[in-house]
């Protein structure tokens, strides 16, 4: 049984990768140097969006936790930094 099953299985994952390569690579692997950075650049792009909201998450997570928004340690009251970083966005300010 496993015999028969162990084949189909191979099938199966086999031409799901070829499709989701054949997503990203049109021209198959001999990719020109253009290709590459259009590779990259659209990489990034995807990675930009996650990461900004990413930060944003955590930003507003660590406020509700009390915790400071740079470092995650507990906040002075009334602010969203803790002691060290109130004290740098502080004299940030001052100037
Ligand atoms: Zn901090």
Request: with cysteine.
């Amino acid at each position: 049984m496993e015999a028969i099953s162990f084949p189909q299985n191979t099938r199966q994952v086999t031409r799901h990768m070829a499709e989701k390569r054949g997503r990203g690579r049109p021209r198959g692997f001999g990719t020109a140097p253009g290709d590459f950075k259009d590779r990259f650049q659209k990489f990034y792009y995807e990675h930009r969006a996650r990461l900004n909201d990413g930060r944003r998450i955590l930003y507003e997570e660590r406020k509700a936790k009390g915790l400071c928004v740079r470092c995650g340690k507990k906040t002075v009251q009334k602010s969203v930094f803790c002691r060290h970083h109130l004290d740098l966005s502080r004299q940030y300010n001052r100037n």
